[in-house]
T-cell receptor, first 112, second 116 residues
Framework: SQQGEEDPQALSIQEGENATMNCSYK?????LQWYRQNSGRGLVHLIL???NEREKHSGRLRVTLDTSKKSSSLLITASRAADTASYFC????????????WGLGTSLAVNP | DAGITQSPRYKITETGRQVTLMCHQT?????MFWYRQDLGHGLRLIYY???????DKGEVPDGYVVSRSKTENFPLTLESATRSQTSVYFC???????????????FGPGTRLTVT
């Protein structure tokens, strides 16, 4: 079963614009992770945020976590065509630490 | 080469045949995972392993068998392939993180399997 639900399912923007994707989940978590998948490739880990953290940055990526709303957002600033990919959130549940629970992903298209 | 590799990258097989997908990682990560990815379903966990000789079922284990005799290898076998097993299969590995919580996962390039 999927815990994370990304929103929107698809997003199309122009190069240079910011892209924001959201993820909602249902149960308590230890951490939430964001991954990127380029077409035809495996997933690549982007960033991990722990349940006691509210915001985290990595280069042009900013992730926020609101445990009271059970939601997270991924912001990509100054997007590039190379950011075109699918983005997935995944959570570790507090009671099941060994497995990630995945969302269905947001498909991002960055137009040159 | 360092990292996580999968073989074959593409496979076409017939219904009823046995197929084994290979996964090899060079990091000595404790955990290894097999996922399948299908449109509309996202990533679904088939089996995972916490260490050599320790495996456990995931969300969709029926029709699949795994083994892990060595830390670095985690083969996935489809005992009698069915058309519903046509999918892209990803292997991943991970290590222990803070306080025993598994940290980020590292994915292989995937195997695209078609069952005719």
């Amino acid at each position: 079963s999927q815990q994370g639900e990304e929103d929107p399912q698809a997003l199309s923007i122009q190069e240079g614009e910011n892209a924001t994707m959201n993820c909602s989940y249902k149960t308590s978590i230890n951490n939430l992770q964001w991954y990127r998948q380029n077409s035809g490739r495996g997933l690549v880990h982007l960033i991990l945020i722990r349940s006691n953290e509210r915001e985290k940055h990595s280069g042009r990526l900013r992730v926020t976590l609101d445990t009271s709303k059970k939601s997270s957002s991924l912001l990509i600033t100054a997007s590039r065509a190379a950011d075109t990919a699918s983005y997935f959130c995944a959570t570790f549940n507090a009671g099941n630490n060994r497995k990630l629970i995945w969302g269905l992903g947001t498909s991002l298209a960055v137009n040159p | 080469d360092a990292g996580i590799t999968q073989s074959p990258r593409y496979k076409i097989t017939e219904t009823g045949r046995q197929v084994t997908l290979m996964c090899h990682q060079t990091w000595s990560h404790s955990y290894m995972f097999w996922y399948r990815q299908d449109l509309g379903h996202g990533l679904r966990l088939i089996y995972y392993s916490a260490a050599a000789d320790i495996t456990d079922k995931g969300e969709v284990p029926d029709g699949y068998v795994v083994s892990r005799s060595k830390t670095e290898n985690f083969p996935l076998t489809l005992e009698s392939a069915t058309r519903s097993q046509t999918s892209v299969y990803f292997c991943a590995s991970s290590n222990w993180g803070l306080a025993g919580v598994v940290s980020e996962q590292y994915f292989g390039p995937g195997t695209r399997l078609t069952v005719t």
